[in-house]
């Protein structure tokens, strides 16, 4: 099997350096009415060809008057005049016409009948007159060469009667996905075959750029094939994106085709997430290929596309955008490697921090959070927590305090809690990271809150024990979510026939584990104890996943027969249920933030029916204590 | 004449809060297709109807192998591996079948041939396997309500199967131009008429904040056709904008026909630009009256439209965007009105400082180039020189360090140097102060360049002594932009027989002069001295005019006979002239400047041929010296 080898394997400013330098980007121009051309650059300049006001014109209501006939007029001896004689009415904008030079207000006026007036002050010559031109005097400039058009000039161009501006044409950007497992977009799903939606994250991408996209079907896994297409794109568009599968094979064609047709400058950038980008050319037209990964996609698309974007339409390309936080996680990343960590931000502590999202590079979710990357140097092995970085921002919001960040215990409730409070314009984003890294990471003040239902054997009590030993410093309020079941989720029909906790040490069960520090785990290892099991004799003791649903997700595709979970997922997935255990589960706030609207907010929607109404319509919960304040050795509870 | 009188003069926030509160925006919602959804807003939530990925896929490429198999593999016991009885070939994205549960990459094989592969090391189970659900879980929300879909979120409902999204439908606006004296864009002008481009720059503002919009033809000032069209907007779209002429009579009808079908909440804001809004309801729309004078229209558009439209999206008005800044000049503003200054920003000195545009409510142009607003509150007389204050920005960019800033005299050269200085990316800002207050802005640090063609009678030199007066503390550079020739600007064919300076003093001619401190009226006093005639014998000498092409344009109009000005604004109008003197026409830079980027370019655009082909095609101008420094007591110049 021929593997693909990245020819180089450069630094984002040596990719573009090699690429850009061979083009002399701009699309043709074309005349449009100016009252469609809003956000567009001008490729010709526009004088005025009428001088406007063109005539002079009343700036107020009133009457307009031969202002050397007015110099005698003084509130002891006021001036009487008649109309048509002395003065005639003019409204704002009506001509002052010959022999008229001012115009007095109508607020000025006392009027006496049968058309006299009188006035008690004189009036300057021209007071009260627009002056021709005072806008725009003819042959003024009013749109240079690579303006960008906005909404108030458009007006400047009418206003001088012309209705048509020459423009550069938007560019035409065409996108070739590739790859013979992949599916079109709203296709019955296959094992093996993913959906192509690569293309259109990145069409939105150039459109909002300003550009033109036009998308070819998936083209498989041919040489010829692809050839073919990306011939025909370099005739008709100005900027062709090939978009690799997944597979290396595609890539592979992409990177032999465009040497083939034309010059490929680079293949291969030492950045993370998404190495393997082509750039190149063909027919004079600039080509990228990028990789089957969709953040690694987008990154490059971000990085290397949207200057070609902007400069085919005669603009530079913005600049980045930065603002300077604390990171509140250690992050560790690979010499050599440009890391592009995608971060959230929020204020916290009165302090604005940037939250790391999932580095996985096929997690689309967090392109969608996050606000921002946090770029660590290939020179650089990380950076520290509470370390002083510069975030580059991907989006124009800057609602950090409307952010709420929740670490801790996984459960489907908290999905209805993050829709509820995004009608009260809350954006809630939860990690999953089990209770006690919940908790930890409170001390550690790398989120708002945290949810848990840590058991203790001891004396049966939930989450105060850990929270003493692991927060401290920090004075908390419990507010309990719901009482929840605990269970095996097992196969629709156990079909291995489970009944108990024993039954999982046989040979014929595979199993499926939380990880540690997760309240379920917490909840198994006791329940183990209690039945006097020992873990390695339980086949995929070591095999964990980090929250209810994947777990559930795993049981569901049949690789795995068993897994302790809520049973809400086992039903999300229609999955049978034994139950082991009802258990507390909790809301951990810092009593410091009792007052943050966020937190507000979301006991506001903890304790609004219309939360509770969504609940209950999932399984296995018990809302009695929902909303209600925990207090240690509560006997009741 | 019946007069309108305003109803109430309310701030701002008053008008806002009696306004929106009658209504409980939304429009109705639509299902469209995903990737057709980027910036709309979610109606109602999504969740994933597919986990993704939804079998094992491979996360490399490489061979799926048993990993109980590889565990005693190490680099002393290497293992053999048979293709289909321990392995098989996986690219990134394939599926692992069952049975197998790891992947080993391709770089870590020796292929040995035949089929058989060698193993270094042991695999633990699911390495380099996706998770099912690593990206989404079946019944994870993707989108929220309120949710903005950006162009990532496509990729995430694409990836479980969907391709459809309940969103909002955009807020249909409907403009409504009224006034019997104005003509729709593209007419003919007509003395007494002007061009209705109001409707036009809030249309593109509103389609810029979501909307789509409606435009009626301009209706005449006649109340029933005015109401007819009123009530059908109120019936079809969801937000009524009257565009009111410049005439008192429309916005009077306006009100009154709101007050008949509905209610008018608020008419009069006390803002400057701009009082005589109407905000009301009819048929329970919101609907809004704004003024005719195009900048006091924009801002009662972006001050009250803008929440409307917004809202009725689903989404919350953006949060105004400030920046604190110096600002150049003394402002002086009236108690008891806000005022919104417009302003420019640049970098000036080395510190972001803003500039004070026009204020003139019928300059749209102020608009195009200004970067925010100064708010001087209603309880402020204006503010001081140097004051720190916060500009409220109406614009995204900010590119503050590429606008570079001129106060000086003016010509129609500029506009050459300002479009050749776009296309170097420069914006190029231009004030027609005159020579001597060009000069004392520099003193003020108000700009960062001057133009002057200050004449010494004492001993024919340009600029230089007017410098050492007024310019202390600072070295500057003079830089030649032409030499050109100045004179008296008369119309066609000399109807009044003017033939020197002398013929001014005659009773039938009227003058025009030009504004105290620029370069032409000092010349103008130095020749009215050398023929010994006073300016008190001149009709006209008091009305002032700021430019030569408004000079030029008044003239034109045939409300003057006569004025002071350059060649090329005389040619411009095609008017007649007689030359009375070749002056200096130089750049003043101060020297810490020429090393500025805007000073490089622009020297670079006054020394091009390019430039010096442009001014060639104006008549007038003697470029021997442009580009070159001037000196002192150079008797050659």
Redesign the interface.
Known sequence: ?E?NIYLNNVSVEEAKEKWYKNFNLNTNTEIIDI?NA?ERVVSK?L?AI????????S?V?GIAVRSVETKDASDMTPLKLMIDRDYV?V?????VK?GFNAVIM?EDLNDLGEGVLEIEKAIT??ANV?????????????L????KI???????V??T???EVEVYKKPMVEFIPTGT?LLE?????E??R??E??S??????A??WGADTLRNDITIDDYELIKDRIIKASERSDFIVVLS?????SEDYTSHIIEELGEVYVHGVSIKPGGPVILGRVNNKPIIGVP?Y?VAA?LNFELFARKIIYNLQGL?E??D?KVKVKVKTKIVSKLGFREFVRVKLTTLNGELVAIPLKR?S????T??EADGFLIISEFSEGVNRDELVDITLI?????YDTTLVLNGSND?IL?IV??QL??K?INFITKSTGSLAGITSLQRQEAHISTSHLLNPENGEYNFSYIEKYLRNEEVVLINIAYREQGMIIQKGNPKNIKSIKDLVNDDIIFINRQRGSGTRVLFDYKLDENNIESKNINGY??E?F?H??LA??I????TDVGIGIKSAAD??DLDFIPIHKERYDLVIPKKYLKDERIVKLLEVIRSKEFKNEVNKLKGYDLKYTGKEMKKNDSNR
Do not use: C
């Open positions: 099997m593997r009252r809003s300049k004088v009428n001088s406007t006001p063109h005539y002079h014109a700036a209501d009415y409204d704002t904008g009506d001509a010959d109508v010559p021209w627009r002056n021709i031109g005072e806008s725009l005097v003819k042959g003024q400039l009013i240079s060469k690579y303006q906005n909404s108030y000039a458009i007006g400047q009418l206003e009667g012309l209705t497992e977009a709203g296709s019955e799903l094992i093996g993913l959906i939606y690569n259109h994250v990145l069409s939105s991408l459109k909002k599968g997944s597979s290396a094979g089957g969709p987008a530079v913005p600049k955008k996985a096929g997690v689309i979710g392109m969608v989006k124009d919001n800057d609602d489907l999905d993050k829709n995004a009608k314009r070591e095999r996943e929250t649903m994947t997700s795993e569901n595709s049949g690789s999300a997935f």
